[in-house]
């Protein structure tokens, strides 16, 4: 069967950054994946992102790239209720393995299960929130959903709850008790985080006069209610009250999250890529320079008296010609490799085991309209007032690209649950916004009544295309992206 093994998203993570994130799957019997992911922004050349202004360096400065693995797949039910998929059967059986020995590596194993767990519970809550949130369902089956997620998360708590008793008791490793209680506060904050989502989701389904909505409130608040007691009385964490303790509580929150989600991410080392050919070529622009300077002295030496002015002078000029003559030839040479060659190269590891997963390439340059297939060119006609705008500004062109090298056999040696890694990528947008107008104008309407000034936001368009290449997709997606000089307004995916 031909999977989609390749895959991307584009979202605002905040005012100035946007965030893609690319996932790969692969299968376990391969012993090596390839995908190319290529983005293609055209600019308008206002904004003065050029290439005098943005250098490599600079533009690297601003790209943050994180490399995890997939969370485990697996359903709220087969969680809630034992089923092969369920995580907690391997946490319980390291636990009667650690619990049954000294040894330090079972106690590592032992955190590495327990944030697997908490990363599964995670996923499979956010999948059930994401189902309700896109499907069109009639009232009634809401309903049961609701019920069903309550149900879930409730049998969810008590599993916990069992591994808190058999951890809580004399002859266990006080440092393994604590470490699962990290996880299970995060648990429970995750809980109570999509089923706040659940409550903002159901105002807008349904009517919220109805007995159906209330019913469905209520049953949130229950869980959301009986989980603080349970941070209250086992966690010592009351439920904030106060401007100071909301602040101490998303701090809290934030690293619960990142201690469950760490066992996911994946230690990247970035490393000049070599550039052997460059170093000849270089050397063989210095050889040009040196025959045109050697040149020019034996001509005028064979015209005129050895210790002459003539020869002195041409000697002079020969020699500042031929480091200018040198440093053209070199960028002729840099100019070329750069289309050939990538400028980093990312060895991803696994951070607890220190098995190589796979390698990542990474090139940027800017692009004249000639060297960009007409294909990622196209989605630019369809809009005839910014094709207006860029006869008049013009734009300039980059691409980002990677080219993703995966190990799927030595993935598969760390955990077999683990079918795909997520690429993460964070640009950041200052460098656009510099030479942007106020972000807001004063227009004047007419109106049945007279007439008003009314203010309105200025902003400007960013188009970018994503190409993605592997095995079984060749796919190229459309954005729009509207900015202003205060940060990203909007992402809209074009057909």
Same mark, same amino acid.
């Not at 599964?120 to 949130?133: E, Q």
């Not at 060749?474 to 954005?479: A, E, Q």
């Given at each position: 069967?031909?999977?989609?093994?390749?895959?991307?998203?584009?979202?605002?993570?905040?005012?100035?950054?946007?965030?893609?994130?690319?996932?790969?799957?692969?299968?376990?019997?391969?012993?090596?994946?390839?995908?190319?992911?290529?983005?293609?922004?055209?600019?308008?050349?206002?904004?003065?992102?050029?290439? &005098?202004?943005?250098?490599?360096?600079?533009?690297?400065?601003?790209?943050?790239?994180?490399?995890? @693995?997939?969370?485990?797949?697996?359903?709220?039910?087969?969680?809630?209720?034992?089923?092969?998929?369920?995580?907690?059967?391997?946490?319980?059986?390291?636990?009667?393995?650690?619990?049954?020995?000294?040894?330090?590596?079972?106690?590592? &194993?032992?955190?590495?299960?327990?944030?697997?767990?908490?990363?599964?519970?995670?996923?499979?809550?956010?999948?059930?929130?994401?189902?309700?949130?896109?499907?069109?369902?009639?009232?009634?089956?809401?309903?049961?959903?609701?019920?069903?997620?309550?149900?879930?998360?409730?049998?969810?708590?008590?599993?916990?709850?069992?591994?808190?008793?058999?951890?809580?008791?004399?002859?266990?490793?006080?440092?393994?008790?604590?470490?699962?209680?990290?996880?299970?506060?995060?648990?429970?904050?995750?809980?109570?985080?999509?089923?706040?989502?659940?409550?903002?989701?159901?105002?807008?389904?349904?009517?919220?006069?109805?007995?159906?909505?209330?019913?469905?409130?209520?049953?949130?608040?229950?869980?959301?209610?009986?989980?603080?007691?349970?941070?209250?009385?086992?966690?010592?964490?009351?439920?904030?009250?106060?401007?100071?303790?909301?602040? &101490?509580?998303?701090?809290?929150?934030?690293?619960?999250?990142?201690?469950?989600?760490?066992?996911?991410?994946?230690?990247?080392?970035?490393?000049?890529?070599?550039?052997?050919?460059?170093?000849?070529?270089?050397?063989?622009?210095?050889?040009?320079?040196?025959?045109?300077?050697?040149?020019?002295?034996?001509?005028?030496?064979?015209?005129?008296?050895?210790?002459? @002015?003539?020869?002195?002078?041409?000697?002079?000029?020969?020699?500042?010609?031929?480091?200018?003559?040198?440093?053209?030839?070199?960028?002729? @040479?840099?100019?070329?490799?750069?289309?050939?060659?990538?400028?980093?190269?990312?060895?991803?590891?696994?951070?607890?085991?220190?098995?190589?997963?796979?390698?990542?390439?990474?090139?940027?340059?800017?692009?004249?309209?000639?060297?960009?297939?007409?294909?990622?060119?196209?989605?630019?006609?369809?809009?005839?007032?910014?094709?207006?705008?860029?006869?008049?500004?013009?734009?300039?062109?980059?691409?980002?690209?990677?080219?993703?090298?995966?190990?799927?056999?030595?993935?598969?040696?760390?955990?077999?649950?683990?079918?795909?890694?997520?690429?993460?990528?964070?640009?950041?947008?200052?460098? @656009?916004?510099?030479?942007?107008?106020?972000?807001?104008?004063?227009?004047?309407?007419?109106?049945?009544?007279?007439?008003?000034?009314?203010?309105?936001?200025?902003?400007?368009?960013?188009?970018?295309?994503?190409?993605?290449?592997?095995?079984?997709?060749?796919?190229?997606?459309?954005?729009?992206?509207?900015?202003?000089?205060?940060?990203?307004?909007?992402?809209?995916?074009?057909?």
């Amino acid at each position: 069967m031909i999977i989609n093994d390749i895959d991307t998203t584009l979202k605002i993570h905040d005012n100035f950054n946007l965030e893609q994130k690319t996932s790969f799957l692969f299968q376990h019997g391969k012993p090596c994946t390839n995908y190319i992911v290529e983005n293609y922004f055209f600019v308008p050349k206002n904004l003065g992102f050029n290439q &005098e202004a943005i250098k490599r360096d600079t533009f690297y400065k601003r790209v943050q790239n994180y490399v995890r @693995f997939k969370s485990p797949i697996c359903t709220l039910k087969q969680i809630a209720y034992d089923s092969r998929q369920n995580p907690f059967l391997k946490l319980d059986a390291v636990i009667e393995k650690v619990t049954s020995s000294d040894d330090l590596a079972s106690l590592t &194993e032992y955190e590495i299960e327990l944030k697997r767990t908490g990363s599964a519970i995670k996923a499979a809550l956010r999948d059930y929130v994401m189902f309700l949130r896109d499907s069109k369902t009639e009232d009634d089956l809401y309903v049961k959903f609701i019920n069903n997620y309550c149900e879930y998360s409730d049998e969810i708590i008590k599993k916990l709850h069992k591994i808190w008793e058999k951890l809580h008791s004399p002859g266990v490793d006080s440092e393994m008790l604590k470490k699962f209680l990290w996880m299970e506060e995060a648990c429970l904050v995750f809980i109570n985080e999509f089923s706040d989502n659940l409550i903002f989701l159901t105002r807008k389904k349904l009517d919220r006069k109805s007995e159906v909505f209330l019913n469905c409130e209520l049953s949130l608040l229950k869980l959301i209610e009986k989980n603080n007691k349970t941070k209250e009385k086992k966690h010592k964490q009351k439920t904030p009250s106060c401007k100071k303790d909301l602040e &101490e509580f998303l701090f809290r929150k934030g690293v619960l999250k990142k201690y469950i989600s760490s066992v996911l991410f994946l230690n990247i080392n970035h490393q000049k890529e070599p550039r052997r050919a460059e170093h000849v070529l270089y050397a063989i622009a210095a050889g040009i320079a040196m025959i045109v300077s050697i040149l020019g002295a034996i001509y005028f030496q064979q015209r005129y008296d050895t210790f002459s @002015f003539p020869v002195i002078t041409a000697l002079i000029i020969s020699y500042m010609f031929k480091d200018r003559i040198k440093a053209i030839f070199q960028n002729i @040479f840099s100019s070329l490799l750069s289309k050939y060659y990538y400028d980093y190269k990312i060895k991803i590891t696994d951070k607890f085991h220190g098995t190589f997963v796979g390698t990542c390439w990474q090139r940027f340059r800017f692009l004249n309209l000639k060297e960009v297939p007409k294909e990622i060119t196209f989605f630019r006609l369809k809009n005839p007032l910014e094709a207006l705008q860029r006869d008049i500004t013009g734009e300039n062109i980059f691409v980002y690209k990677k080219k993703i090298e995966l190990f799927p056999r030595n993935i598969h040696a760390i955990s077999q649950d683990i079918n795909g890694v997520n690429d993460i990528m964070r640009l950041n947008v200052k460098d @656009f916004l510099d030479n942007m107008d106020n972000p807001k104008s004063t227009v004047f309407v007419m109106k049945q009544a007279g007439y008003e000034w009314e203010d309105a936001s200025k902003f400007y368009y960013i188009n970018l295309c994503t190409y993605m290449k592997s095995q079984n997709v060749d796919k190229r997606i459309y954005y729009r992206i509207k900015l202003n000089r205060n940060g990203i307004k909007s992402i809209k995916t074009l057909q």
